[in-house]
């Protein structure tokens, strides 16, 4: 017996150790659920004006959202820019992507993605102010990617077998993202 449990403790160790080296950062999960990533952890550093994710940021120097949509039209890319920008939806299941734009209805989003899957944002944050800070550029996104994202903001099964094709997006890869205080 004491045979068994050791054994089956061996195995639930090796078990954990592979799970913790997954050093995968491609955006697979099984059955819905978020796979870890090797720095999957929240690094959150508070401050007594706004919260930083990922690198700690400032937002001098940022540019509207509004701004970088306009340069974006002669620019194919944009790199280690600081974006002031609105959330619009984030990951439900565990925060790791959210969308921003200008904050108008109808406003094209950019989908943001964070590097090395290195943090996560808040789910509650649809709404609040940002700085976020990285690269940002345009990328077709496969159904397969779209349908898996949907599940994520959970919509309804109609929605996500409405996919049908791939989808040209703006998209956003933050180094770091701080949480603006609200004004009153």
Request: aromatic residues 8%.
């Amino acid at each position: 017996m004491k045979l068994i449990n050791l054994l089956s403790l061996a195995f639930l160790l090796m078990f954990a150790a592979a799970c913790g080296s997954n050093e995968a950062h491609d955006h697979d999960h099984e059955e819905g659920e978020h796979a870890d990533h090797e720095h999957g952890e929240e690094q959150v550093v508070s401050t007594t004006d706004s919260i930083h994710y990922g690198e700690m940021i400032s937002e001098e120097g940022a540019i509207e959202y509004s701004e970088l949509l306009t340069r974006l039209q002669t620019e194919k890319e944009i790199e280690n820019v600081t974006v002031v920008a609105v959330v619009g939806e984030v990951c439900q299941v565990k925060g790791c992507w959210m969308n921003i734009t200008d904050g108008t209805v109808g406003g094209e989003e950019a989908f943001v993605q964070f590097k090395d899957y290195g943090f996560f944002m808040p789910k509650d944050l649809a709404g609040q102010k940002v700085a976020i800070q990285g690269k940002a550029y345009y990328e077709t996104t496969s159904v397969e990617d779209l349908k898996h994202y949907a599940e994520d903001k959970k919509a309804s099964k109609e929605e996500i077998d409405a996919i049908t094709e791939p989808k040209v997006e703006l998209k956003f890869l933050a180094s770091g993202v701080k949480i603006l205080p609200t004004e009153l």
